[in-house]
């Protein structure tokens, strides 16, 4: 059956105020029949600015890394392009795209980047590149697991000093257990979705989930040290 490498950036530190500073994350998941959680996955947090096209570029390279050791069939970047092949990517096809001014200016940036990075995954891979969005369940996954990868991030950045708050994706809860950080989406037909990493969080701190109070449909974290 058909197997996917999905990759997506998400999950936010934000100030008090609850405004975004930086996306903390990047994921890249592989997966296979059934589709609910991942079987492998790469996750990078090194934040970068919200406003920033470089993100692209990251996705498809972390995306290539774990599609290289799976030679998966298809792999699928959160970009919501109708689900157009890299091979058709081009400046003609996104200066007509329905998508906003600012996005359509921001992937013309780094458009030959893009093909770049793109082409030469997919020789090392004979994987096809979809830019599909979250009409990918498997970028949904791929989401969710940034969530995870970001609460890791928080807890070492809190032992470190000041608490850290964590914007989730949207419609996504954190479940602590002995060995994993599991995201969980809270969407009613995605109940049996998950995404997570290998990580024991530490005693020292505390974990704290609470609405969004600035965005209806989003949880924020809350990590500080004991």
């Not at 903390?24 to 990078?44: E, N, S």
């Not at 157009?84 to 906003?100: C, P, V, Y």
């Not at 599909?132 to 697991?145: D, F, H, Y």
């Not at 024991?200 to 609470?210: D, G, T």
Request: proline fraction near 4%.
């Amino acid at each position: 059956m058909l197997r996917i490498v999905a990759a997506d950036s998400g999950a936010a530190e934000l100030d008090s105020n609850f405004s975004v500073k930086s996306i903390i994350a990047t994921a890249a998941v592989y997966l296979g029949f059934p589709y609910k959680r991942p079987i492998d996955y790469i996750c990078l947090t090194k934040p970068f600015d919200p406003d920033s096209s470089e993100y692209v570029v990251r996705e498809l390279e972390l995306a290539g890394q774990l599609a290289k050791k799976h030679k998966p069939d298809q792999i699928h970047i959160d970009i919501s392009l109708g689900g157009i092949r890299l091979e058709d990517l081009n400046r003609e096809f996104l200066e007509h795209a329905k998508i906003s001014n600012r996005g359509k200016q921001q992937l013309l940036g780094v458009l030959d980047k893009i093909r770049e990075v793109g082409m030469r995954i997919k020789k090392e891979t004979e994987s096809d590149i979809l830019f599909i969005g979250k009409e990918s369940w498997a970028v949904r996954i791929a989401e969710l697991t940034t969530a995870a990868c970001a609460v890791k991030y928080g807890v070492e950045k809190a032992l470190q000093g000041e608490p850290v708050i964590i914007g989730l994706p949207r419609r996504c809860s954190i479940t602590i257990t002995r060995d994993y950080v599991i995201a969980r989406s809270l969407f009613y037909d995605e109940t049996d979705i998950v995404g997570y990493i290998r990580y024991s969080v530490p005693n020292a701190v505390i974990i704290s989930e609470f609405p969004n109070p600035l965005a209806m449909g989003f949880r924020a974290i809350k990590i500080q040290r004991m």
